[in-house]
């Protein structure tokens, strides 16, 4: 059964042919060449890679071993102070709620909201079709700007509520033609046969639609669960002065902010000095490596699960958009 | 005589017709209930704010209706073109732009070609997992990243690793001098978002048939030629269509970046018109100088995007619509 139900645009799935090709003539060209390409790929990984690993390590070591300096791929002095601090401190410890809270709401919302108009729009038979696809779909285009949609959120009285995270965001438009396109790769008969068994429209979406675009499900989801938990702007717009909706993302940005500004001064006994009247040790650099750490480490233990899912995604609705 | 018997015949036709209309639409009640409530919504979301563009032609109060604002014209747009602060922003937004999208696709499909010419599939994979992850990451966590990278402190490894190779003889104070930024914002940028737009040129390669690059060796072609001859023309639609979408958000340039990154020394080089609009509009509440603003950069993408739009129809090539 998953086997068959692909969308249409799917690829032909033979680059093994050319593969074994290669494999048997390869001159010395071809060898410089393979050489210089891992070389240079093999470098792109280090760039990515290591400024993760450098901060890892620093959040991992001890914040007074730290000021020493040299710290690189592996914690020195291990000591978990840093996460242990962190999540003493209420504010952050309640940010860290709020972000989960907006991620999960935010993500169940936005996927079954998507997928629900977009199965409307790939029924062919559905009268209003046309109108609510350009509905949508001319919003890509159109945009009123930071200042009237600040207008409406306060007109709407959504600002210093948990909703103003959730509400302007429950359909992203090119999530649901990712959806869509997946839907209608969907062999018809699937979606008639329910229909003649007697099921209903909603009934057939939630039964039949919604386990089959799964795959389509998955990379709304990954993608709206990355913008929840990444958002930190409209915390900063709407919720600035309410520090109980304050989120991980945007704590870490105040802390940005405030090395930058200390930044002129630059050094890093100011920062020991900041920090010394707190119970354990620690430092606003070594605090910053750790928040950068819990603000990064779902997102990056989830996406390579996703992948298969997300490629695809991106390939139908990133050409088709 | 003709006339007047075929003149009802249509009138008597068309409540019939607008019957049979809502009678189906009558039967696709669930479909309707499923969809219309979310074009409630996007209409208010979405094109609600549009009304508020008219705040750009009046002077805004906010304790005031919109029919009790004073009307001004286009005051507003002749004060921002007589802002010195404006064109600055404005030439920053063009060549932020201007960097972004041509560093962008450059790096994204040079990438690509590299992973699609690498033998080892378990490197391959390897390489491209790796390099969807800084996409994941916010870019909050992104920009401590990369001051924390480009610190004189110690942990600032740029500054490290340019002085072990005695390139400089003393550390830079990398975000601190206005006309590093636009490069640095352009490589964290790349760094950033390349393996994840990579996804798409590697789709479109998948389609290229393989019989080609097996007739080329045959006839003795080299790795280059290849990829020049087979691999770029078969990326040809792909980037043409990327082009245009690019192009017609080439002023969306962002403002994450520069606003974590920016700081007073490099504010003349950082400040683009989102961060205009930001500044103007919220932090001093001169909503209407800060809507004209928004507006500008509104119509000005429109114009991109239909004159670019019409040239790839002009020259024969995919186009968005």
Known sequence: ?321 | MRDQTAVPAPRAAEPSALNRWFKTLLKQKTLIFMSVPFVIWIFIFKYVPLWGWLIAFQHYRPNLTMFQQEWVGLEQFRFLFSDDTFIRVLRNTLVQAVIKLVLGFVTAIVLAILLNEVRVAFFKRAVQTISYLPHFISWVVAANIISTALSIDEGGIVNEVLMRLHIIDQPIMWLGVGHYFWGILGTSEVWKDVGWNTIVYLAAMTMIDPSQYEAAEIDGASRLQRILHITLPGLKPVIVILLIMNLGSILETGFEPQYLMGNGMNADYSENLEIFVLKYGISMGNFSLATAAGIFKTVVSFILLFTANSMAKRFGEQRLF
């Open chain 1, 1 to 321: 059964m998953a086997n068959t139900v692909r969308p249409a645009a799917e690829p032909a799935p033979q680059p093994q042919q050319p593969k074994k090709m290669h494999k048997r003539f390869q001159s010395p060209g071809d060898r410089i060449f393979d050489t210089l390409n891992v070389l240079v790929l093999s470098l792109l990984v280090v760039f990515t890679l290591y400024p993760f690993i450098n901060t890892l390590a620093v959040s991992l070591n001890d914040a007074n071993d730290s000021i020493k300096g040299g710290i690189y791929l592996l914690p020195r002095d291990l000591s978990f102070d840093n996460y242990k601090y962190v999540f003493k401190e209420a504010t952050i410890f309640h940010a860290t709620l709020i972000s989960i809270l907006r991620t999960v709401i935010g993500t169940v919302v936005t996927v079954f909201c998507s997928a629900m108009v977009a199965y409307t729009i790939s029924r062919p038979e559905f009268v209003l079709r046309k109108f609510v696809t350009i509905m949508f779909i001319l919003t890509m285009y159109l945009n009123g700007g930071l200042i009237p949609n600040y207008l409406l959120m306060r007109d709407l009285d959504l600002i210093g509520t948990f909703w103003v995270y959730i509400v302007p965001g429950i359909i992203g438009v090119f999530n649901m033609i990712v959806i869509r396109s997946f839907i209608e790769g969907l062999p018809d008969g699937i979606i008639e046969s329910a229909r003649i068994d007697g099921a209903g429209e909603f009934r057939t979406f939630i039964q039949i639609v919604v386990p089959l675009a799964l795959p389509a499900l998955a990379t709304v989801a990954l993608f709206t669960g990355v913008y929840q938990w990444n958002s930190w702007f409209d915390v900063f717009l709407y919720n600035s002065e309410k520090v109980n909706l304050s989120t991980l993302q945007y704590e870490l940005m105040k802390m940005l902010a405030n090395s930058n500004s200390n930044s002129s001064m630059t050094s890093a006994s100011a920062f020991a000095n900041s920090a010394n009247s707190s119970s354990n040790f620690v430092t606003p650099s070594s605090i910053r490596a750790t928040m950068t750490i819990v603000a990064s480490l779902p997102m990056i233990i989830v996406y390579p699960f996703l992948q298969k899912y997300f490629v695809k995604g991106m390939t139908v609705g990133g050409v088709k958009g």
